[in-house]
């Protein structure tokens, strides 16, 4: 990533050294666990349009779902790259990130995701009680003849 100007670039060399320009995305994620990172600036529509917080939480959320990756480890270290240089993200908006705000927004996608299942759960058994009062019961009347030669 650099600036010429009045204009800041983003670009990706591959390991066989192919040289990508990722400006009209606005992101792009280096190392072993990139593709996992990749993924939640796209599931999240990211432009580069965003604000600094939205664009800060949602990096860390990246980096956080990249540890998934074998080999990625667990420190953060995060700074804010801009026209007029490169500085540590602010430590205490970063300590609110770690520590307080990502963590909250955890377990509320959890609590999301059990009450979703729970949900589709509900709508399942409905499903089941709707096909088995649809589905003929078998006939439990039995005959005999008793015949006398």
Not at 50 to 72: C, D, T
Request: net charge positive; proline share 3%; hydrophobic share 40%.
């Amino acid at each position: 990533m650099g600036c010429d100007g009045d204009r800041c670039h983003i670009y990706y060399i591959s390991s066989r050294g192919l040289i990508t320009c990722y400006d009209d995305i606005g992101f792009a994620s280096i190392g072993i666990g990139n593709v996992h990172a990749n993924y939640q600036f796209m599931q999240h529509a990211y432009v580069n349009k965003w604000g600094y917080l939205a664009a800060s939480m949602l990096v860390y959320s990246a980096k956080k779902r990249a540890e998934i990756a074998p080999g990625v480890g667990k420190k953060t270290v995060m700074h804010f790259i801009s026209r007029d240089g490169v500085a540590l993200l602010h430590q205490g908006l970063f300590e609110a990130l770690q520590k307080k705000v990502f963590p909250k927004y955890e377990r509320s996608v959890r609590k999301l995701e059990e009450r979703a299942l729970k949900e589709l759960n509900a709508e399942y058994m409905k499903f089941v009680e709707v096909a088995a009062a649809n589905t003929p019961q078998p006939s439990n009347a039995t005959t005999s003849s008793n015949s006398q030669t």
